[in-house]
């Protein structure tokens, strides 16, 4: 008897069976890694980069998972920032980046070739640098070698489940630079907030009281659009497509308001959008449904500008118009950390989830390596 996507995620044997590398654990990891990465850092002499000042802008290097936490810490700080956080996914830095600016270079091996070469670059250019990530790797002979402070990082797994490893180490020093306002205080309230989610999201959990599941059926045979309503959680809709891709091998297309009322919202009006009722009857087709139609899934900013609180309202309405089923995620909390943290962590459930109820052992990224190796 075939089972059906809801019957696989609802029966936790089975849950667990479709995941031999543990990736749910990994995920369950994010308050501990919050709680560790701190006490890791508070015990890291940081001497050489607080010293040196508050700087003219904080440049983060870093790929894949690990570069995503250049993202979150732009995100926590936000525009008002003291200091713009620049988070830079390329071999090289950009060419204004010099003494005045802050490099920090995240890799959770520590053997990433393009965050290597970035701190290189900025050694070269006598920027102070930060290096985050495995102790004893080549990332930290550079920053030995550069007399540069340097977080160990213990990995949980894969480095995508590593986030907030990478990530809590950018926020410390940047409170302490006064660049942004992250107290210790705050990144307790966040971690209380991920093991909040992490039970609601547990594997023994069904799926109608169990949000992240309820999300990855809802996805399942759709092609994912999804649109963050403010700068925090544009990078949280980035998150949810890259995390969509390694964890289901999914695509997904992430777009933020109100640029893709801009743009992407024409693609309702294309092949993959269902056949709405109002709309034109092709002839000779009695079944004009793409095989895999479009999903909006917006996800809501309680600080979003009432403007694009509007623009996301109507385009929920265009969607459902079009036969586009919607949903909606929201990123609540006090702080722009709690906003996105417990976000963040309902998407990594259920990207795991959908993989598991679509058959896809979520944890390999073969293609990765293939391609790594080929390059090499």
Same mark, same amino acid.
């Given at each position: 008897?075939?089972?059906?996507?809801?019957?696989?995620?609802?029966?936790?044997?089975?849950?667990? @069976?479709?995941?031999?590398?543990?990736?749910?654990?990994?995920?369950?990891?994010?308050? @501990?890694?919050?709680?560790?990465?701190?006490? &890791?850092?508070?015990?890291?002499?940081?001497?050489? %980069?607080?010293?040196?000042?508050?700087?003219?802008?904080?440049?983060?290097t870093g790929m894949g998972g690990s570069g995503v936490a250049g993202?979150?810490?732009?995100?926590?700080? !936000?525009?008002?920032?003291?200091?713009?956080?620049?988070?830079?996914?390329?071999?090289? =830095?950009?060419?204004?980046?010099?003494?005045? *600016?802050?490099?920090?270079? &995240?890799?959770?091996?520590?053997?990433?070739?393009?965050?290597?070469?970035?701190? #290189?670059?900025?050694?070269?250019? !006598? $920027?102070?640098?930060?290096?985050?990530?495995?102790?004893?790797?080549?990332? @930290?002979?550079?920053?030995?070698?550069?007399?540069?402070?340097? &977080?160990?990082?213990?990995?949980?797994?894969?480095?995508?489940?590593?986030?907030?490893?990478?990530? %809590?180490?950018?926020?410390?020093?940047? *409170?302490? +630079?006064? %660049?942004?306002?992250?107290?210790?205080?705050?990144?307790?309230?966040?971690?209380?907030?991920?093991?909040?989610?992490?039970? =609601? $999201?547990?594997?023994?959990?069904?799926?109608?009281?169990?949000?992240?599941?309820?999300?990855?059926?809802? /996805?399942?045979?759709?092609?994912?659009?999804?649109?963050?309503?403010?700068?925090?959680?544009? %990078?949280?809709?980035?998150?949810?497509? $890259?995390?969509?891709?390694?964890?289901?091998?999914?695509?997904?297309?992430?777009?933020?308001?109100?640029?893709?009322?801009?743009?992407?919202? &024409?693609?309702?009006?294309?092949?993959?959008?269902?056949?709405?009722?109002?709309?034109?009857?092709?002839?000779?087709?009695?079944?004009?449904?793409?095989?895999?139609?479009?999903?909006?899934?917006? +996800?809501?900013?309680?600080? #979003?500008?009432?403007?694009?609180?509007?623009?996301?309202?109507?385009?929920?309405?265009?969607?459902?118009?079009?036969?586009?089923?919607?949903?909606?995620?929201?990123?609540?909390?006090?702080?722009?950390?709690?906003?996105?943290?417990?976000? /963040?962590?309902?998407?990594?459930?259920?990207?795991?989830?959908? !993989?598991?109820?679509?058959?896809? *052992?979520?944890?390999?990224?073969?293609?990765?390596?293939?391609?790594? #190796?080929?390059?090499?």
């Open positions: 008897m075939t089972l059906t996507a809801q019957e696989r995620l609802d029966d936790p044997a089975l849950v667990e @069976a479709a995941d031999p590398g543990g990736v749910l654990r990994q995920v369950a990891s994010a308050a @501990a890694q919050v709680r560790t990465s701190a006490r &890791v850092t508070a015990e890291t002499d940081l001497g050489a %980069v607080i010293s040196a000042g508050r700087p003219r802008s904080i440049v983060v993202e979150v810490l732009a995100a926590v700080c !936000g525009p008002g920032s003291a200091s713009p956080v620049i988070a830079q996914h390329d071999y090289r =830095l950009p060419a204004w980046v010099g003494a005045a *600016d802050l490099v920090i270079a &995240v890799s959770c091996s520590g053997t990433t070739e393009e965050t290597l070469s970035a701190a #290189e670059g900025a050694v070269r250019r !006598g $920027c102070p640098l930060l290096g985050v990530g495995g102790a004893g790797s080549p990332l @930290a002979r550079i920053a030995e070698q550069a007399r540069a402070p340097f &977080v160990p990082v213990q990995p949980e797994g894969m480095p995508r489940f590593t986030l907030w490893g990478l990530a %809590v180490p950018l926020m410390v020093v940047a *409170d302490r +630079l006064g %660049v942004a306002d992250i107290p210790a205080d705050t990144l307790e309230t966040a971690a209380a907030d991920l093991e909040r989610v992490s039970h =609601l $999201c547990r594997p023994d959990s069904e799926s109608f009281v169990n949000p992240a599941k309820t999300l990855a059926l809802e /996805l399942d045979g759709t092609l994912p659009m999804i649109w963050g309503s403010s700068p925090l959680t544009g %990078v949280a809709a980035t998150r949810f497509a $890259c995390q969509l891709n390694e964890n289901a091998k999914y695509p997904a297309i992430p777009g933020v308001l109100p640029e893709a009322n801009h743009n992407q919202v &024409v693609v309702f009006d294309g092949p993959f959008a269902p056949w709405a009722a109002t709309g034109p009857q092709v002839p000779g087709d009695e079944d004009p449904r793409p095989a895999v139609p479009l999903r909006l899934v917006l +996800l809501r900013d309680s600080q #979003e500008h009432p403007q694009v609180a509007r623009r996301r309202q109507v385009s929920a309405e265009l969607a459902e118009q079009h036969g586009i089923g919607v949903s909606e995620l929201a990123a609540d909390g006090e702080t722009a950390l709690q906003r996105l943290a417990g976000l /963040l962590q309902l998407i990594d459930y259920a990207t795991v989830y959908l !993989g598991i109820a679509i058959g896809v *052992d979520p944890g390999p990224v073969g293609v990765i390596s293939d391609l790594k #190796e080929r390059i090499a």
